[in-house]
């Protein structure tokens, strides 16, 4: 086997790897109060081992700030600023006693496929799910569900989205 063709196959061999992915999920959470940041590590902690069928990945960075499952993830990250286009007549959807926010051009169209973020908007700390849009529809709603559970019994409830 030439050089050239071990480098291919070397090449090839970590092309496969990295598109495997399994390796730790990055949590960049923004700066918070430290009564925020420890809601924050108290709901991570208290959060569920699977999510929509999907098992708890290892998580990098803020690590106590985040969680994520599955692969692709779906991730979790506390202490998030108000999204970009929510405002007073925002919708926000409900499942259990959850209220969360999904920006309008998702909720409207009709591909299914679509990555989605979802913001419980009316807690603080606040809490934003990213859910990788190959798990929708039914995905969706169980991650929406089963993380509002906790969200709910382990953050304080400021105000009721629209």
């Known amino acids: 086997m030439s050089t050239w063709t071990r480098g291919a196959v070397a090449c090839g061999c970590l092309a496969l790897l990295a598109g495997c992915g399994g390796g730790a999920v990055e949590i960049d959470a923004p700066s918070m109060p430290s009564a925020d940041a420890a809601a924050c ?3 991570v902690d208290d959060l569920p081992r699977t999510v929509a069928g999907h098992e708890r990945r290892e998580v990098s960075g803020d690590e106590h700030l985040g969680a994520a499952w599955g692969d692709p993830a779906i991730v ?3 202490g998030v600023p108000v999204p970009a286009g929510f405002n007073n007549t925002s919708t926000c959807i409900q499942t259990a006693d959850m209220e969360w926010y999904v920006p ?4 409207m169209s009709d591909d299914q496929t679509r990555d989605v973020t979802m913001t419980a908007v009316g ?3 606040r809490v934003q799910v990213f859910l990788p849009g190959g798990y929708r529809p039914d995905g969706f709603v169980q991650a ?3 993380i509002g559970e906790v969200v709910h019994r382990d953050l304080r409830l400021v105000e009721h989205c629209h």
């Open 41 to 43: 590590r108290k709901l």
């Open 144 to 146: 929406a569900a089963e």
């Open 104 to 107: 309008d051009s998702v909720l």
């Open 123 to 125: 807690y603080r700390p």
């Open 76 to 78: 979790l990250t506390c």
